[in-house]
């Protein structure tokens, strides 16, 4: 099947100007093998460029979801990288410390689901009436009930 990319080109001018990314130099990437994620975001805060990698079989349904809880992602990259730098400076590197892989799995989780609001809040507010993207939920139910 794969992914319109002129449509996600289409989202992607759209919400950067929503959401002030306007300054960014932004880059589709549409990822052909198989690949766990619907989409990632590679980012050089000093040069201002980004590369939205986009699976070309994602699990999202919702395509305009998907770009801006991205772009998202982007907005608070400074804020992501400020918080990963306090857990090491508090915890150390070692990757095994299980207070510190605590203290990630916390802060991923609380980033995750704080990107994923904003997402629902900016999408009810620009009117857009696609349903929402249940991917992960849906594979659980599916892979429960057979569905």
Known sequence: MGVDVSKLEELLNKWQEILRLRDWDI?????DKEWRKSGDIKIDMDDK???MLINNNPKFENMEELVVHELL????????????????QVFGEDEKDLKKEFAMNQ?????????????KGFLKANGCKEELSFG??????????GG
């Open 49 to 51: 460029k980004a590369v």
């Open 107 to 119: 802060f991923f989780i609380m980033l995750e689901s704080t990107v994923e609001d904003l997402t």
């Open 73 to 88: 992602h982007l907005k608070l990259w400074g804020m992501d990288q400020m918080l990963e730098g306090f857990i090491n």
């Open 136 to 145: 992960r939920l849906q594979k659980l139910i599916d892979d429960e009930i």
């Open 27 to 31: 880059k589709l990437k549409i990822v």
